[in-house]
């Protein structure tokens, strides 16, 4: 099972290991997060396949997977049961905040995307002050980058 295995960004992520099924799914739950706004957009589409698709490594396997991946055909519970979560650190919380990200990637939090978002935060057992804080602080490094692009 070792070939199951390949290596993320630890630093950020805070581990070294993790199968890759459960990053194909988490890929899954995010596409439906960013979805339900009836679309997932080019950039929306471009920050997973390709911004975190870098920073975890993630094989060309698994990003064909999340390309092919019709969003509006699985429920996300259905995707949520599928994920090891004990095998990601923090995965709640990271996958709302990943998936958040996401949604900013075409520079619109949509109602229904932040909707979703407090839905799967229900499943995830997170309580509605740590998705309010994890919204703030997305919001903040986009503005952060917003002022480096300008200073810069």
Do not use: H
């Not at 979805?35 to 997932?40: H, I, N, P, T």
């Not at 990271?94 to 932040?114: G, P, T």
């Amino acid at each position: 099972m070792a070939q199951d295995l390949f290596n993320i960004a630890p630093a950020f992520y805070g581990m070294s290991m993790v199968p890759q099924a459960s990053w194909v799914d988490y890929g899954f739950a995010l596409l439906i997060i960013a979805g339900s706004d009836g679309e997932v957009s080019d950039p929306e589409m471009e920050w997973l396949t390709i911004e975190l698709a870098e920073a975890l490594g993630v094989d060309e396997k698994i990003v064909a997977a999340w390309e092919e991946y019709d969003f509006d055909e699985e429920p996300l519970a259905e995707v949520f049961a599928k994920i090891d979560s004990r095998s990601v650190a923090s995965y709640s919380k990271l996958l709302l905040y990943d998936a958040i990200r996401m949604s900013y990637a075409d520079d619109e939090y949509a109602k229904s995307e932040r909707e979703k978002v407090g839905e799967a935060a229900i499943m995830l057992n997170v309580d509605k002050d740590t998705v309010l804080g994890i919204e703030a602080l997305v919001e903040q490094e986009r503005a952060l980058e917003k002022l480096r692009a300008i200073i810069l």
